[in-house]
C-alpha cells in the first residue's frame, strides 16, 4: 500500500478516534507503550496477519515506524478546527 493511502487511512481512524472521545486515550496508551513496540511486534504481526482486509497492513506499517506512530499521535491529539 502507498504511503499517501496508508496516511489517508490513519487520518480518518484518527478521526474517528477523537469523534468517539478516544483520542487522548489511545495517544496515551500508543506513547506508554513505545519501550514495548520492538518486543511486542512480532506477536503483534502474527495476530494481524490471521486478520483479513486491508487494515492489518495499514496497522502494522503504524505500529512498526516510531516515526508513523508519533505522527499518529499528534493527529489525536490536535483539535479539529
Do not use: C, I, Y
Not at 500508543?30 to 495499514?58: D, Y
Amino acid at each position: 500500500m502507498q504511503e499517501q493511502g496508508l496516511e489517508r487511512r490513519w487520518k480518518e481512524w484518527a478521526r474517528s478516534l477523537r469523534r468517539w472521545g478516544l483520542g487522548p486515550w489511545m495517544a496515551a496508551l500508543l506513547e506508554a507503550a513505545e519501550p514495548l513496540w520492538p518486543l511486542s511486534l512480532p506477536l503483534l504481526r502474527v495476530g494481524v496477519e490471521m486478520w483479513t482486509g486491508g487494515e492489518n497492513e495499514a496497522l502494522l506499517a503504524l505500529l512498526g515506524n516510531p516515526q508513523h506512530r508519533r505522527r499518529f499521535v499528534r493527529w489525536l491529539t490536535e483539535d479539529e478546527t
